[in-house]
């Protein structure tokens, strides 16, 4: 290991990692390591959860090329493409007004202590879900706040406060471009999508002349929270599979496999 | 009733903190305007950031789509499904409300035209798309807002809360109409 020569980032990340133990700790506690199939299963999640992002975008797309050239929809391949990008701009420049506002607002409930307030209030949730967050941080308060709007059905507030609680979490995360533990289990929470009214979809139902359209709050409210629940439980039993490492994934497996004591 | 005082509450929420944040702040001797201003400057920026990661995502997906490759996955998938008694019709909304937002909602609209708006069918639908979010997008957005590109297990955790929760609206509307 000492003797072989290390890239930047990878010694960049090891200094970190060494700094903070009880990050790298809570990300791979040892004991699951040390038995066989649970090892296997380690050392491929690890892998693919390095690059699982990089399969899928490129798995969509080449999948998309081969499909494709069996239909004859190229044309609409090219212009999904095209139409995609520019969609994909307005929608961030989109934001850009709500985000200025809501990111001034946010930091005026900061100064006054009310985000402080929030995270305490919420103390004992906060603690299951994220323990590795300070109580006192703002990055609760954020989180809660976030949480809210979704379930009120703000959507333009919601989304400038889940950035905001990303951007709070992201000052405690040891590595910078790799999600840490608290950030997953805070996305999951998001995209379960939990909504006390769903609207938009109301809205679907009563405009075709629905004779009750409000019947599915009920059934929508129930599958919702199954559906976060089980999100959220994924979330806290697959984190030390997909270990909070390096950049470095065809190194580290093998480094690793070393240092478990076998 | 309840419904009536959640309506009010998504419709004052919004002004209501608007107004009542800097409230609070003044009281406590915070200068609002000042602190206001500093706290928006990084809106902007915070936007352009996501801009990259949005079109990689949102790029492959609208690709995916115009292929017809969905027709494929769900031809695919419709086995395992028929195993557990999952309706057919339901699985392309399920597929594509973890993918695109406006897509699965033009595609819910479709079903309730389609079936009739009382039908268990449409029902199901529209509890589908009520009970989950365009996760994709979600995951763009905010791991983009923070320059994370290694989401670790945020992937597999998001799809099996969004797969148990379109389970779960099938079996509760077939239970419940």
Not at chain 1, 69 to 81: D, H, S
Not at chain 1, 93 to 103: A, E
Not at chain 1, 204 to 220: D, E, H, Q
Not at chain 2, 141 to 165: C, E
């Amino acid at each position: 290991m000492e003797g072989r020569p290390l890239s930047g980032a990878l010694a960049r990340n090891w200094g970190q990692a060494a700094r903070l133990p009880a990050a790298e700790a809570a990300a791979a506690p040892l004991g699951v390591l040390r038995s066989g199939p649970r090892r296997i299963a380690y050392v491929v999640f690890s892998a693919s959860g390095e690059r699982m992002l990089n399969y899928i975008w490129f798995g969509l797309m080449a999948i998309a090329l081969i499909v494709a050239v069996f239909n004859g929809t190229a044309p609409a391949l090219t212009k999904a493409a095209v139409d995609s990008a520019k969609v994909a701009v307005e929608i961030s420049l989109g934001l850009v007004g709500i985000m200025t506002l809501w990111l001034g607002i946010m930091r005026i409930a900061e100064k006054a202590g009310l985000i402080a307030l929030l995270g305490r209030a919420l103390r004992p949730i906060s603690r299951v879900l994220f323990p590795e967050i300070p109580p006192e941080h703002p990055a609760i308060g954020a989180m809660i706040m976030a949480v809210a709007a979704n379930m009120l059905g703000l959507n333009n507030a919601a989304t400038p406060l889940g950035i905001k609680a990303m951007e709070e979490l992201q000052t405690l995360n040891p590595l910078e471009e790799t999600a840490s533990n608290a950030m997953v289990t805070f996305m999951v929470i998001n995209t379960s999508g939990i909504q006390f009214i769903p609207a938009t979809i109301i809205g679907v139902l009563a405009a075709a002349g629905a004779r009750n359209p409000t019947s599915i709050i009920a059934p929508t409210l129930v599958s919702t929270t199954c559906g976060a629940i089980a999100a959220v439980s994924a979330a806290k039993l697959l984190q030390r599979f997909f270990p909070a490492r390096t950049a470095e994934v065809d190194v580290v497996p093998v480094v690793s496999d070393s240092e478990d004591g076998e | 009733m309840i419904r009536e005082i959640l309506n009010q509450v998504s419709l004052w929420a919004i002004p209501l903190l608007l107004v009542g944040i800097p409230l609070i702040g003044l009281v406590r001797g915070v200068k609002v305007y000042d602190v206001f201003i500093d706290g928006a400057k990084e809106g902007f920026n915070v936007a352009v950031r996501i801009i990259p990661f949005l079109v990689g995502i949102l790029v492959a997906i609208g690709m995916f789509r115009a292929s017809g490759a969905m027709d494929l996955l769900t031809d695919a998938l419709r086995p395992a499904m028929a195993a557990i008694r999952f309706p057919p019709e339901l699985l392309p909304l399920g597929i594509l409300r973890t993918l695109s937002g406006s897509g699965s909602l033009a595609l819910t609209t479709d079903m309730v035209k389609r079936y009739g708006p009382d039908s268990l069918i449409a029902r199901t639908a529209a509890t589908m798309y009520g009970s989950s979010e365009t996760t994709f997008y979600v995951l763009a957005v905010y791991f983009g807002a923070v320059g994370i590109k290694r989401t670790r297990h945020a992937v597999p955790a998001a799809l099996i809360g969004d797969v148990v929760a379109a389970i779960a609206a099938v079996g509760i509307c077939a239970w419940l109409f």
